[in-house]
């Protein structure tokens, strides 16, 4: 089955500056890569994701980039601010099918004002 | 509040005590999923349910049970089985049979006392 592992387990940035939490997948089929934002105390929270079919992904702050060769995804966060502070969790699964999403174990990130 | 309602957001246990956690969504969705999150583990599938009257097991499924017999309800019965079943759980559905586009419940708190 599917295994994904996220690195690094905890994020420290000064605000304004970037952020990047890298995952990496080991099932070649999977196709489907979002990730999540979970707040203290909240639920987690879909942010943005992409598929297989294309490199790179942007909503405003916000990137995610994929390299199916290398089997890896990574979550850009541009001119953090403290509002970032939470924990991501990247995701992956197999489309077509009824795959269930696999979770990395996720990364705390604290931007400090 | 997102269309998925867990109860209750605290649950406290005695030790050999069964407890049932509910999980109830008016979005129509096909699949519900339980996950349990404890620090540093990510979010680890327990049961999940595609259609109704039928479940799968999980990644940790020993000393849980679940139940489907209605499409909009998925409750999770924590046995007195569960050795440290102290956690957050999340409660999760999606659409038809994919894995777009998660919706989380706010979760439960459950504390074995």
């Known amino acids: 089955g599917e295994n994904v592992e996220q690195h690094p387990s905890t994020l420290s940035v000064q605000e304004g500056d970037s952020a990047v939490i890298k995952c990496t997948y080991s099932d070649s089929a999977s196709n489907y890569f979002p990730w999540y934002k979970q707040e203290l105390g909240k639920r987690p929270q879909l942010i943005i994701d992409?598929?297989?079919?294309?490199g790179e992904k942007k909503d405003q702050r916000i990137a995610v980039t994929l390299n199916k060769t290398a089997k890896h995804f990574s979550l850009h966060i541009t001119e953090t601010q403290p509002e970032d502070s939470a924990v991501y969790f990247c995701?992956?699964?197999?489309?077509?099918?009824?795959?269930?999403?696999?979770f990395g174990k996720g990364t705390k990130l604290t931007v400090n004002p | 509040d997102g269309g998925i309602t867990q109860s209750p957001k605290y649950l406290f246990r005695k030790e050999g005590q069964n407890v049932t956690l509910s999980c109830e969504q008016n979005?129509?969705?096909?699949?519900m999923y339980w996950y349990r999150q404890d620090p540093g583990q990510g979010l680890r599938l327990i049961y999940y349910?595609?259609?109704?009257?039928?479940?799968q097991k999980g990644d940790i499924a020993e000393g849980y049970s679940v139940s489907r017999e209605k499409k909009e309800s998925f409750p999770l019965t924590v046995t007195s089985a569960q050795k440290n079943p102290t956690a957050f759980y999340l409660c999760?559905?999606?659409?038809?049979?994919?894995?777009?586009?998660?919706?989380f419940g706010s979760g439960t708190r459950l504390t074995v006392v």
């Open positions: 992409i598929r297989s079919n294309v």
């Open positions: 999760a559905s999606t659409q038809g049979l994919s894995s777009y586009g998660y919706t």
């Open positions: 995701a992956a699964s197999r489309e077509g099918g009824s795959e269930k999403l696999v």
């Open positions: 349910s595609q259609i109704v009257n039928d479940f």
């Open positions: 979005l129509n969705h096909d699949a």
